[in-house]
């Protein structure tokens, strides 16, 4: 499964957020194939389209798709020199797909901020910074290697070295390596390095309980958009504390509280919805009368793929997939009248699964 990893300076919130996360807990019976481990939670994604379809086929079971969070504690200044036991949390950012980096707005003189004062701009840079530089060591360590191989007089290392040389002078200028224009094919070069700034971040800002209705005209949420905004990052206020209270409600008594608060939806459901996004994610269906059910794959995944999420042996054994858009079938009213209409396409092994296609697979056993 695909992971966003929580980050953030020691005091930010980090704890509460996941606590929320883990609290609003998936429904583990579901998801059998994530990962048991007591630093990685499971959120369901919320999908109004999940809830549409269930209306129309009333199911027995309805089941969202999910995806986990990871919290990555104890990233701080001087992580990329080992300090502590910085090297080993490094080593957890690069395994995850997304970066979710919480940052402190809200303002408490209880709690100890690791600078003195509340300046979420400057929190971001001091962790922005170690990852960069645990970034120009990857890069320098693979320079030296590559041109050692380009003295064969293979081309291949030369064009290497000169994508290296253009992530290195970006790094030294403080640059996220996510800022270098880079070709499909340069980027496949330096894939295996899994740098920590080329992957996707988006910034949780932590808003204080009493702040969450008007959070953007808070000043320090806006500085952290403004920063966002350079480098085309997305920004999700949140109060880690008033999730982690909502995470405890259900039903009525949560939307009662959310209204109290002046909320449409939760702050977790936005961070959730965001992160997926931020991964590139698009949501399959599946819609029969045992069970309604979201999938996710990433953009571009053909029907096999998309198959193969559910079962290997329905990628394995794939034959054809009926597929009906999720507005046409709704617009239609049934899976039948969508196909009286023609809506319901077969579609074979090339077919580009889109994002909303409501899919019945046939395959072999
Ligand atoms: P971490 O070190 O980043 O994991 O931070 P924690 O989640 O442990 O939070 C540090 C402290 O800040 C705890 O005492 C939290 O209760 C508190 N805290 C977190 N979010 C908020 C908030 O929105 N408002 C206030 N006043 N305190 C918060």
Known sequence: ALKAG???????????????????GAESANYPFCTI??????????DERLDKLTELVVPNKTVPTAFEFVDIAGLVRGASKGEGLGNKFLAHI??????????????????THVDGKVNPV???????????????????????????NMKGGNKQYAQEVEVLERLKEALYNDQAARSVELSDEEKLLIRDLHLLTMKPVLYAANVSEDGVADADTNPYVQQVREFAAAENAAVVPISAKVEAEIAELEGEDKAMFLEELGLEESGLNRLIKAAYSLLGLYTYFTAGVQEVRAWTIRKGTKA??????????????????????????????????AKERGQLRLEGKDYVVQDGDVMHFRFNV
């Open 94 to 111: 690069r395994e995850v797909d997304a970066i979710v980096h919480v940052v402190r707005c809200f303002e408490d003189e209880n709690i």
């Open 37 to 46: 481990d007591p630093n990685v939670g499971v959120v369901e994604v919320p």
């Open 122 to 148: 400057s929190d971001i840079q001091t962790i922005n910074l170690e990852l960069i530089l645990a970034d120009l060591e990857s890069v320098d360590k693979r320079i030296d290697r590559a041109k050692k």
């Open 6 to 24: 929580i980050v953030g300076l020691p005091n930010v919130g980090k704890s509460t957020l996941f606590n929320a996360i883990t609290q609003a």
């Open 304 to 337: 096999p793929g998309a198959a193969g999420v559910i079962h290997s042996d329905f990628e394995r054994g794939f034959i054809r997939a009926e597929v009906v858009s999720y507005e046409d079938l709704i617009a239609a009213g049934s899976m039948n009248a």
